[in-house]
């Protein structure tokens, strides 16, 4: 697929569409990507009790290493966590924000690139996130949401 992505340790960021960003794991093995994508939507379908409306925030945690993660919370719970993300990669995710949504996806390494899940498989679910683009001091790398 023609979409620019960027790499950090084994997580992907991609921009879709109107510069949507898409992050998630990425896999070598397509099997293994796919049930881990499933797992994710069955969890947020659970955590959400299938309302659509149920609020997310994003925290930003710093590892030991100086590297960050990424979790992605709903009332309590996590949704998801990424990890070993360094600054730069963080900076152009919330740059991409500018519409406050996001897509939760997998990657597969691929012969010619990375291939993302929402895109060839439909596995993904959109993040609203509302303040993300408006706290970006307040979420930028170095402090955690409150």
């Known amino acids: 697929m023609a979409y620019r992505s960027i790499v950090s340790g084994d997580v992907a960021l991609a921009f879709l569409g109107d510069s949507i960003p898409a992050i998630g794991p990425v896999f070598k093995d397509r099997e293994e990507a796919v049930k881990s994508a499933r797992r994710y939507l069955e969890g947020i379908s659970k955590l959400t009790g299938g309302m659509r409306e149920t609020p997310v925030q994003i ?6 290493d100086g590297r960050y993660s990424l979790v992605v919370e709903s009332t309590c719970q996590s949704v998801g966590r990424l990890n070993n993300l360094d600054e730069l990669f963080l900076k152009r995710f919330y ?27 439909g596995l993904g679910a959109v993040i609203y996130a509302p303040n993300a683009g408006k706290n970006w001091l307040a979420l930028r790398p170095g402090r955690r949401r409150q």
């Open 59 to 64: 925290a930003l945690n710093r590892q030991p």
């Open 95 to 121: 740059k991409g924000l500018k519409k406050r949504l996001f897509i939760l996806t997998c990657f597969v390494e691929e012969t010619n690139g990375l291939d993302c899940l929402v895109l060839t498989e």
